[in-house]
């Protein structure tokens, strides 16, 4: 007899890892399955940032954009008082550090940007203060003089992506969660009161078999994949993919305590833990793709001279030590965006018992999405406006 469960979740990233553990504190019978290793794809190789200012992404393209994007702040505010309590609540350390956030501004334009966006961000709710020269010298010394003010959320800081995802395993574990790697969903078939899950599951030796499980609730926490699992379940999930570049540097002495972003160029840079710098951003890389020009995600993709040299260029200019210090590695992860720059999270359209989150930065809102997750398969009503999240916005006739 099939094994069964009460909540599936395929995806072994941080959301996944977040929505099993959280379910199964619940007290359902949870399966955590991935394809590959736990934090092997987009949660283990991001930057760490947690941040719940508008990113440089969400205002580059207009005040209106910007307005569409800012209706993710309930979200941010969730996922800032999530992660507060997180290292407490999963009894290992997971990096986490809130020292601040600063999104720099080097003209007047980006000083205006500044300006809208903290008017934006205050009507929802984050608090954001503008630093003038003056005030950087002090907070931010390290900051090039060229930096004229800088917006500053006392919530924002870092995670340690290496560590986040596999201590939350091993609380999910703890906390009764089957968690199985190497085990890819293939096949979804409906029965009543749920699915039927056939993975297929390697072993040690390289051998594989297929496992098929029961299971009342799945969620789909897949990242790049979850148009292609969308599939699995005859569901439209469309997600935009992105391969972005990330660079790091030698350990060097404290330097700067906060997150940096620009409100006028990709950029982001913190110095994580361990004294190295990690630069990101958003900066392009070669996405690799199948013969039929479908991304590859399972391949490595490949970072580019041109946003590798732009993105150093971008964090040198904002932070002038840089020059000085050696960079050790730049590697590239794949994550999803939604054209309108705002998650998708909620059930599935027409497919009962399935959910789904993914889009933007889901490592910064992981928390954020997998309690609502959890809350919608246990049948609570969300406490914040799903709304604009819905996975089915953009079919046509929609009204979401
Ligand atoms: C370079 C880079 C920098 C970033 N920086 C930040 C940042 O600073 N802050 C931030 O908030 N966000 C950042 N992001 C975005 C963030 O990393 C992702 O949004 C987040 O990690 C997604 O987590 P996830 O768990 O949804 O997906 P993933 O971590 O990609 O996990 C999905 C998992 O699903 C598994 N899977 C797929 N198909 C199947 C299947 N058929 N069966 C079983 N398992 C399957 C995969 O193996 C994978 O492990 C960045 C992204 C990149 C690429």
Request: hydrophobic share 45%.
């Amino acid at each position: 007899m099939a094994e069964r469960y009460d909540v599936v979740v395929v995806g072994g990233g941080l959301l996944g890892c977040l929505t099993a553990w959280m379910a199964a504190r619940d007290g359902a019978r949870v399966l955590l399955a991935d394809k590959d290793q736990i934090n092997q794809h987009a949660s283990g190789r991001n930057a760490g940032s947690l941040h719940f200012q508008l990113e440089y992404r969400m205002v580059e393209r207009g005040k209106e954009a910007a307005r569409v994007a800012a209706e993710a702040m309930p979200l941010h505010l969730d996922a800032a008082a999530l992660w507060a309590r997180m290292e407490d609540e999963v009894g290992e350390p997971l990096g986490v550090r809130r020292s601040g956030g600063l999104m720099i501004a080097e003209s007047a334009d980006q000083v205006g940007t500044l300006e809208f966006k903290a008017g934006l961000e205050r009507s929802w709710g984050l608090g954001v203060r503008t630093l003038d020269r003056a005030e950087l010298d002090t907070v931010a010394p390290y900051l090039a003089p060229t930096v004229v003010a800088a917006n500053l959320s006392a919530l924002e800081g870092k995670a340690d992506a290496r560590l986040a995802a596999p201590a939350v395993a091993r609380a999910a574990s703890a906390a009764g969660a089957t968690v199985r790697t190497r085990s890819r969903l293939d096949r979804a078939d409906r029965v009543p009161g749920g699915w039927h899950l056939t993975f297929r599951e390697t072993d040690h030796a390289g051998g594989e078999h297929d496992r098929t499980v029961r299971a009342a609730a799945v969620v789909l926490a897949t990242g790049v994949w979850t148009t292609g699992l969308g599939r699995l379940f005859h569901a439209r999930l469309p997600t935009v993919p992105l391969a972005l570049t990330m660079t790091v540097t030698a350990k060097v002495p404290p330097l700067i305590p906060h997150l940096v972003q620009h409100a006028g160029a990709r950029l982001s840079l913190k110095q994580s833990l361990d004294r190295t710098v990690l630069i990101g951003g958003g900066w392009p890389a070669r996405l690799i793709t199948n013969a039929d020009g479908t991304p590859a995600f399972d391949l490595k993709h490949q970072p580019t001279v041109p946003s590798v040299a732009g993105n150093a260029r971008a964090a040198v200019n904002a932070v002038p030590a840089l020059e000085r210090i050696p960079v050790v590695r730049t590697w590239v992860g794949t994550t999803t965006v939604a054209p309108d720059q705002l998650p998708l999270v909620g059930a599935v359209k027409d497919t009962p018992g399935v959910f789904v989150a993914t889009g933007g930065s889901a490592f910064t809102l992981g928390p954020s999405f997998a309690r609502l997750l959890t809350g919608l398969i246990a049948g609570r009503a969300p406490d914040i406006d799903l709304a604009p999240y819905d996975p089915a916005r953009f079919e046509e006739g929609s009204t979401s």
